[in-house]
């Protein structure tokens, strides 16, 4: 899904990065009503690049920004006829109010289905963009040796030094850091050999900032 405005230069980079094997259809999301002359040459230029380049089917979903329930309510229902298996929504351009509804109807959709989701948004220059999954609308609260590791693995470490720092038993330790990486709280890795790294995930890192700034209630 795109949020479409002037500029196609981010949905193009989003789906060139992606891949078109990995894209079943395309959304296109613009205002109702009449389109102004740059807004109608992006958008025939998006057509162009998804059906001649990429080969890949689209819709363009035209919805009454002005009215954020007709509108959200359009973005929900287009993609419950979807059924899509995961949405990615590039709401680097258009409206603003455009950009919260899509939001708001990805994120109704996911709690309602359990549809997994990812936003993109790209900075003006697209020298880097920002990305946001479905984990982040689920912070886990983080207690114990729980914090006690996620504290230390904002840098990967191994188990080692991990048990150095929490001063815990090594199979303690290693249960635990199981138990984090079904959560999706930690991952591992092996950069150097058979030496396994463990390192936060985003996710993790986030719960642990909102831990660390919440007051207590004791």
């Given at each position: 899904m795109a949020t479409m405005g002037f500029d196609t230069r981010f949905q193009m980079k989003t789906l060139v990065g992606i891949g078109k094997d990995e894209i079943d259809y395309a959304l296109l999301l613009i205002p109702s009503g009449e389109l102004n002359e740059k807004a109608e040459k992006a958008l025939r230029d998006m057509e162009g690049f998804l059906r001649d380049l990429m080969g890949l089917d689209y819709d363009v979903l035209k919805i009454n920004i002005d009215d954020p329930v007709e509108a959200i309510a359009e973005i929900y229902l287009k993609l419950d006829s979807l059924r899509p298996s995961m949405i990615i929504g590039d709401l680097s351009g258009g409206m603003r109010s455009m950009v919260l509804e899509a939001y708001t109807a990805i994120l109704s959709y996911h709690?309602?289905?359990?549809?997994?989701?990812?936003?993109?948004?790209?900075?003006e220059d697209l020298t880097g963009r920002i990305e946001v999954d479905h984990d982040?609308?689920?912070i886990p609260v983080l207690m114990g040796l729980d914090e006690k590791i996620i504290m230390q693995l904002s840098i990967p470490r191994t188990l080692k030094e991990i048990v150095e720092a929490t001063g815990k038993p090594k199979t303690t330790v290693y249960?635990?850091?199981?138990?984090l990486i079904n959560?999706?709280?930690?991952?591992?890795?092996r950069p150097k050999g058979r030496t396994v790294y463990y390192q936060a995930t985003p996710k993790a890192l986030l719960a642990l900032r909102i831990l660390r700034r919440t007051p207590s209630t004791g």
């Amino acid at each position: 899904m795109a949020t479409m405005g002037f500029d196609t230069r981010f949905q193009m980079k989003t789906l060139v990065g992606i891949g078109k094997d990995e894209i079943d259809y395309a959304l296109l999301l613009i205002p109702s009503g009449e389109l102004n002359e740059k807004a109608e040459k992006a958008l025939r230029d998006m057509e162009g690049f998804l059906r001649d380049l990429m080969g890949l089917d689209y819709d363009v979903l035209k919805i009454n920004i002005d009215d954020p329930v007709e509108a959200i309510a359009e973005i929900y229902l287009k993609l419950d006829s979807l059924r899509p298996s995961m949405i990615i929504g590039d709401l680097s351009g258009g409206m603003r109010s455009m950009v919260l509804e899509a939001y708001t109807a990805i994120l109704s959709y996911h709690y309602s289905t359990g549809t997994a989701f990812k936003i993109i948004v790209w900075k003006e220059d697209l020298t880097g963009r920002i990305e946001v999954d479905h984990d982040y609308t689920k912070i886990p609260v983080l207690m114990g040796l729980d914090e006690k590791i996620i504290m230390q693995l904002s840098i990967p470490r191994t188990l080692k030094e991990i048990v150095e720092a929490t001063g815990k038993p090594k199979t303690t330790v290693y249960l635990r850091l199981r138990k984090l990486i079904n959560e999706g709280l930690v991952e591992e890795s092996r950069p150097k050999g058979r030496t396994v790294y463990y390192q936060a995930t985003p996710k993790a890192l986030l719960a642990l900032r909102i831990l660390r700034r919440t007051p207590s209630t004791g």
